[in-house]
Each structure stands twice: as C-alpha cells, then as structure tokens.
C-alpha cells in the first residue's frame, strides 16, 4: 500500500456529492462562497450584521434544522457572566424526547413507522425498532420513573449493556426531565459506584449480563456491589438478556427494591405527556473518564445537546432520510447519546451492536456493514490498528458499497492506518469525517465538512459555529504561523457545560484558568500552509526529555510508520540523566518477529525522525495493549507497569489479560 504522508491531499469529494450535500445547500441558501466564508460567517463578527456571527447561526440553527421549542426563547444567549456562564437559549421551553420521538411517532408523522433503531447481538439475534415502538416504551420507562418518586432534576443512573432498551431508558429520562447519568457497561465497583455516589441517583437500570466473545458477561452482580458501595439507590430496573436469569439463584436479588424489566416497564402505561423544560435544564450528567483524582461530571442541557448533535449529524456528516448510521460506542461514552440523539433528530436510523468487533471472526463489522446496507461508520484509529492486523482479505472479500462517509475520533491518527481505512472500507471514495471535541461540548470543536478534502489523519479545520483557535503560552494566537500550539476555545457553544457537578470551582479551574477568557482543551494542535488542522495528543501527556518535550503520540506516529509495527504505545520513564526517558511497547505485524536487531532499528526510526533524545531508551515487544471497550490504549496502565506502580481503578478494561502480558514484557 502505497501511504501517502500528512502533506498531501489524498480525497477529493465527488463533485455530484458535493452539489448534493446539506451543507452545500445551506451554504447556497445564505449566499455563503466557501468554506473559510462559511467558518466565518458562523463564528466571527460580521460588518453590517447586528447579531455576531456565533449568534447568527445559532438562532438561524432552530429552524433550519427544524427544532421545535415548546415556548420560543426570549434570546439567543446571555453571556452577560462571560463565556464560561453562558446562558443559551434563555426564555425558551424544550424536550429532547419531543425532538427526537414524539414528533416522529405522531399519528399524523410519516416517521411513525420507520426504523429508529437496528440492533444485533452477539448471537445473530436481530431486533428492529419503529419511533412508534420506541414512543410507546419510553412512554412506558417515564411512567415507571413517576411511579419511583423521580421528577425534573432528579438522577437516574444507565449501567446497560447495548441492547434497544437503552434508547427508551434515556429518552424516558428526558420525558420526566430526570437528569441521565449513563454509565459504561464495562466498569466494575468502585467507577461504577462512584457514578452512582456523586449525582445521587435514587433509580438505576441495568442488566443480568451482556454477550462477549461468546460468553456471559455477568453484571448485576457488579452493580450489586457498586449500590451498597454509593448507599443511595433505591429501586433498581433488570433487563433480562439471559434465558437462566429469573430462575432461583440465576441472579443476585434484593426484594422490595430489585424488579424485572418485564414485570414493570412492559405493563406500565404506553402514554405519557412530555414535560416542558426550560432550555437549560440539565438532560445528562456524563462522567469524563478521570485517568486521575475523582471523575469529572460534565452536566449538559435539553437545549445545548439538542442543537450540537444535529448540526453535527445534518452537515458533517451529511445525514439523509435513507442513511443507517452505526458508530462504534458504548451508551456510557459521549459518542453514545451522540449517536442517538443527532440522529433521531432527523428520524434516521442508528445501528446498534453488542458484542466484540472480531467474534466469531475477523470480519464480524464488515459482514454487517454489508449485511444492514449501513451508510455511515464511525470507529477509533486504534480498533482501525487492531482490524487491519487481520489482513486486507478478511474487509476486501465484503461488499461495503453501501458506505457514504466514515468517522473516527478519540486520538490521533497514523498516516497509514487513516490510508488502510479510507481505501480497504471506504473504497477510496467514502471521506473519513474525524472529529475531535470531548465529553465537555458533547460534540466537536473540530470537524471536516464531507464537502472538502483531505489529507491524512486531518481533522479539517473548526466545526460550524464553533470559535476555535490555537494559541501559544501566553494566549497568542498562532495558527496562521502553522506552529504547535494549545487547542483553546474563544467563545462558548450551545453544549458547553454548563459547569461541573461538583462545583464552579473545579470548572473554571480545569477549564478557564490558562488564560483569560479562553477555554484550554488541553491538546497540541497546528492549522498548516494549506489550511488543515491536525492534533498531536494530550498537551498535559507531553513526555519532557532533558528539557525537550514531545507528545506519546508523535513518538507512536513515527513507530508505526516502519513496517513491522502495528500499534505502538510510548510512556514517559525517570531518568538520572534526562529527568524523563521515552520507553515504546509495539505491537508487530504479523510475519514480523521480535529481535533485538528490529528493537535498535525501531529506536533508530524515532531518533530519526524526532531527534536523538528522543529515542527510546527501551522498546518492549507485546501481544496486545490494554484497551477499553471503545478501543482505546489505556496508556496510563502502560506507564503504571512499567514504573512497578499501582494500577488504580482498571475496571474499563477489555481485556485484563493484556496486563499479565505488559508485566512479563517489562
């Protein structure tokens, strides 16, 4: 394969698709010339336009895209507190579940019977789900909270598997204006506990067990543990997904407060009249992963969420009425109700799968991409890594046709993974729409329009009305220089929390504290000559070797460029003469074996490409890398092993066994 680097354009969109795309037709609707004209019109402050630019397009947003307000708001925003209190919407009354269910299911609605939802199992068990479906159960799930005591403002805490259900249990939530604290299926006690602790969820939802390379996960057992641990959760819901479960000791039981899912959910009322909500009534409390100290919850509202994953889903990533969209996620993760939510704004059609990527084969994703005629596919570059190691064969032999765009986000891309990507799934044909933003903007401060394009592992350049710029140390913008720099935010956005749940103070600490009145994502990235931008990591991951700092992932990005490596994960180590010394852990292709010939090439590879002091002091051959569900390296489990430390909490984990391997190897 012939891979291309950074610098050069690889995708040039279809002219047809182009003339097609939503974006090109609100651009034509407002007599917008291009896409810089497009940036600025939506973030910057026009001349002779009384509303900024920001403004503009946020109101314009409402009704372009057709997003009903139950009462109008009275403003745009009041940022009269400044950006870091902005009040979006203020006046206004709203409900996502309207948005996103009720109008569809309406007797009147021509959505009323189109499929919300595809799910797949593990198994090959296949259920489709109608809006009127979905409306009748969410109807049923808000009846069920209402019978618990739960009200506006109260928490109901998500610790499901992906099963259909989940769609109902969030959209019930947002009926009754109970606040939704989703929770990864595949954290144990203590990350679960704390999930449940801090918000004080008095209701919790979850399951017997889910499906995992052909076995039974197990989960009510965990939760179990996490309600004694939290002491606050009172009525507990359980999905039935195993046959044994309702027998005697199938599952751990607690009477007065444990109750089947079928017992209450399927024999409430199907009825129920949404509540209206101010516009920034809070909808979810989604908890940033905390690699240290306590969990960050990230409090969204009805309004704010609504509006960003709409416009995400309308123009980057061209939704249309046939479109069947399937991202890789977990309900506990951003991109979950992201996926759902953008979506079934537009009453489109989400795929839904349980289990794991390459069960009972390799070609597990592209037998159902072909399969479910699925249109759009988002996953991360590592699970990309983890696939492409399988061999061209296992996604050549498919017919994945049927792909208009393809996505990815969560870390940075290597050139020649992005170009496996976008030739052996996408054809060559299908733009790869990475994206970058974070459980904080529930969207993207970063975002290819499908209209541009491409380089590699480029993520384009700032969302639609999203201000977004690149700074140095002192706040100095830098991107026109093409320089490094910190991603940083100028301006609020619907979606922005609205602050943190445990206080101000941690918010405007984490933050609004680098500089003045800027927010600091706190990741390295540059715009170069031709415009794109491009992240490099984590700026607070950067390893600083005698003096000299680099990100893991450009020492990463230069091991997987040589032939042998498949992935790579690169740590930070203390060192007597550098004060920090980089070690690699690579994972090899196959065909490949581990020698120490290949360990001094590979050391040699990054002291050519980033300099002598940052070659690696070590590189560690292993199997495979600790990753979570969603497929990304838990890097910080790497360091933890090779420093002889403690792991911490590694209940994300998808594969603990990757840890005994990391011991041996270090």
């Keep these: 394969m012939n891979v291309p680097d950074t610098d050069t354009v690889v995708h040039e969109p279809d002219p047809a698709f182009v003339e097609d795309a939503n974006v090109t037709q609100f651009m034509r609707e407002y007599d917008i010339a291009d896409y810089d004209e497009l940036i600025e019109r939506t973030t910057s402050d026009i001349p002779g336009v009384s509303a900024s630019g920001v403004d503009w397009f946020w109101d314009e947003l409402t009704d372009y895209l057709d997003i009903e307000f139950y009462e109008e708001y009275d403003a745009v925003r009041d940022d009269s507190e400044g950006p870091q209190f902005t009040d979006w919407y203020p006046g206004g009354e709203i409900n996502l579940a309207h948005n996103v269910l009720d109008r569809h299911a309406a007797v009147e609605s021509p959505n009323r019977n189109r499929v919300a939802c595809i799910w797949e199992g593990e198994d090959g068990e296949v259920v489709q789900q109608t809006y009127h479906d979905l409306y009748r159960e969410a109807n049923r799930v808000a009846n069920v909270l209402e019978s618990y005591g739960v009200g506006t403002g109260d928490t109901v805490g998500l610790y499901m598997p992906m099963v259909p259900e989940v769609i109902s249990i969030l959209y019930g939530c947002f009926k009754v204006g109970a606040i939704a604290v989703p929770i990864f299926s595949g954290f144990g006690v203590d990350a679960t506990a704390t999930r449940l602790e801090d918000p004080e969820c008095s209701v919790l939802f979850t399951a017997d067990g889910f499906y995992r390379r052909g076995s039974e996960v197990r989960l009510k057992a965990t939760a179990d543990e996490a309600i004694e641990e939290a002491g606050c959760v009172e009525n507990v819901v359980v999905y039935q997904r195993f046959e044994d479960s309702n027998e005697d000791g199938g599952v751990p039981w607690t009477d007065g407060r444990d109750e089947w899912w079928d017992d209450v959910v399927a024999s409430a009322d199907p009825e129920y009249e949404t509540k209206h909500l101010p516009s920034d009534a809070e909808s979810m409390l989604l908890y940033s992963s905390g690699t240290t100290g306590k969990p960050k919850g990230i409090v969204h509202t009805h309004a704010g969420v609504q509006m960003q994953t709409a416009k995400e ?153 999203m201000d977004i710029d690149i700074v140095d140390s002192t706040g100095e913008s830098i991107a026109d220089t093409h320089e490094r720099g910190f991603l940083v935010a100028r301006d609020s956005c619907p979606s922005m929390t609205k602050s943190l749940w445990s206080g101000n103070e941690r918010y405007l600490d984490t933050y609004w504290s680098s500089w003045d009145d800027l927010w600091d994502h706190g990741d390295w990235a540059q715009k170069d000559e031709d415009g794109f931008w491009f992240l490099h990591g984590r700026a607070d991951d950067a390893l600083n070797v005698a003096g000299r700092k680099v990100g893991p992932a450009e020492v990463e990005g230069a091991l997987i460029e040589h032939d042998a490596v498949n992935q790579a994960a690169a740590v930070g180590a203390d060192d007597e003469t550098t004060g920090t010394a980089v070690v690699a852990y690579v994972v090899l292709e196959d065909g490949f074996e581990a020698s120490d010939d290949l360990r001094e090439e590979l050391r040699g590879v990054v002291g050519e490409e980033l300099g002598k002091p940052f070659r690696p002091r070590e590189v560690l051959f292993v199997d495979e890398f600790p990753k979570t569900q969603s497929g990304k390296i838990i890097r910080r489990a790497i360091a933890s092993i090779y420093a002889g430390e403690a792991l911490g909490d590694m209940s994300s984990i998808e594969n603990p066994e990757a840890l005994e391997k990391l011991e041996q190897a270090s």
């Design 313 to 465: 889903i309308h123009f980057g990533f061209d939704q249309k009425p046939e479109d069947r969209f399937f991202w890789v996620s977990d309900i506990g993760w951003m991109m979950g109700p992201w996926t759902l939510i953008g979506n079934h704004t537009f009453a489109g059609t989400i795929f839904m799968y349980e289990g794991a990527p390459d069960y009972p084969e390799p070609d597990r994703f592209w037998e159902m991409i072909e399969r479910h005629r699925i249109t759009t596919f988002g996953i991360s570059p590592t699970a990309i890594r983890a696939l492409r190691k399988y061999g061209d064969e296992a996604v050549d032999k498919h017919d994945l046709s049927s792909l208009r765009l393809l996505g990815s986000t969560g870390e940075p891309w290597d050139p020649e993974s992005w170009q496996w990507f976008y030739e052996h799934v996408g054809g060559g044909e299908a733009p790869i729409i990475n994206i970058s933003g974070g459980t904080e903007i529930c969207g993207c401060f970063l975002m290819p329009m499908p209209t541009q394009p491409l380089k590699p592992c480029s993520l384009g350049g700032p969302g639609l009305g």
